[in-house]
């Protein structure tokens, strides 16, 4: 499960995605702890095939969704399911975007850790590419008319088997997708078979480092919560 990840700054986005202010909107910040429910920037296609960068509420609501309260931990989704589960499979067919991120936190159940009051905690990893480059997590996205009225777009990102170098840490992670799939995967027209075989062959190149236990805490964001630490040392 990834449940917090780092997000970049606009110009970093623009630089990568070659997006103009005109398609990011001025309103995308740095953020060293993405939390589920957050607004997070997704890129999308829009309807004239030009990459664009807009507002999402990390955690899916699919169109059809009756309730007045959102439904819950939605903000994953795993790859093997998605084609089939109701949740997420209208959006996997044809309703895909791109979650841009730096690198994503998850905590590993067989190193125990304290958190700075004292109480035990599973130790938290900072995983990114090897090369620090930028992520483009594979992801769905939904509209969804709220109770006032109001269209909320929301997003989930997908999850699939960890790769060699960070499974140690834990077992899922979530799929990151390489610069040539970047058309595919955002093209409404891509065949299941085009689209299953871009989760397959996604990014494999990560590795992680032990970080500090503030980073449970949602409030916190800062860029020291990226330091690395010496295990042993509770944070």
Known sequence: ?????????????????????????????????????????????????????????????????????????????????????????????SHRCLMP????????????????????????????PTDDSMLAIAALWSSWQ????????????LTKDAAPTIHPIHHRMPVVLAPEQFDLWLSANASAQDVSEAVANSRQDFVGYPVSTEVNNTRNDYPELLQEMRLGISG
């Open 146 to 157: 709220g109770p006032d009225g109001q269209d909320v777009l929301s997003c989930a990102l």
């Open 101 to 128: 991120a730096q690198g994503w936190y998850e905590w590993n159940e067989h190193e125990p850790a304290h958190s700075p009051t004292g109480r035990k905690v599973n130790q938290p990893y900072y995983i990114h």
């Open 1 to 93: 499960m990834c449940g917090r990840y780092v997000a970049p700054d606009e110009a970093a986005m623009e630089r990568y995605w070659h997006i103009g202010a005109r398609n990011s909107g001025r309103w995308i910040r740095r953020v060293f702890n993405v939390a589920p429910t957050m607004t997070v920037p997704i890129v999308l296609s829009d309807e004239d095939g030009a990459v664009e960068v807009v507002p999402a509420r990390w955690g899916l609501i699919p169109g059809w969704w009756k309730s007045e309260r959102p439904p819950s931990m939605t903000f994953n989704a795993r790859s093997e399911e998605a084609a089939g589960k109701p949740m997420w499979r209208q959006s996997y067919r």
